[in-house]
Nanobody
Framework: QVQLVESGGGLVQAGGSLRLSCAASGRTLSNYAMGWFRQAPGKEREFVAAISWNGDSTDYADSVKGRFTISRDNAKNMAYLQMNSLKSQDTAVYYC????????????????WGKGTLVTVSS
């Protein structure tokens, strides 16, 4: 089993920044791609960002490209999502997830999920 716990969500004004963290326990995150997903009320869960197991490659949704940065620290079993220039449409529950030896971009393929952290962006 792998347990993932998100933190860092909260209320922020439009244009502001927030950093989300994902702490893993149970197993090392080595060999797992990490992904961030989000779900707003009434909408489907959508892909936000992903990073390969060794941190060499990343993927971003077009809606966040240039504003969000995903990173990881395997020594600490942590993954992060730095969110800058936040917009009201970024408001959602954000989830971290892990995929064994995958790309980390397909929610249906992720092996483990956190319970989410709420990000609210005020205008």
């Amino acid at each position: 089993q792998v347990q993932l716990v998100e933190s860092g969500g909260g209320l922020v004004q439009a244009g502001g920044s927030l950093r989300l963290s994902c702490a893993a326990s149970g197993r090392t995150l080595s060999n797992y791609a990490m992904g961030w997903f989000r779900q707003a009320p009434g909408k489907e869960r959508e892909f936000v960002a992903a990073i390969s197991w060794n941190g060499d490659s990343t993927d971003y949704a077009d809606s966040v490209k240039g504003r969000f940065t995903i990173s990881r620290d395997n020594a600490k079993n942590m993954a992060y999502l730095q969110m800058n220039s936040l917009k009201s449409q970024d408001t959602a529950v954000y989830y971290c997830a892990a995929e064994f030896r995958g790309r980390g971009t397909d929610a249906r393929a992720m092996n483990y999920w956190g319970k989410g952290t709420l990000v609210t962006v005020s205008s």
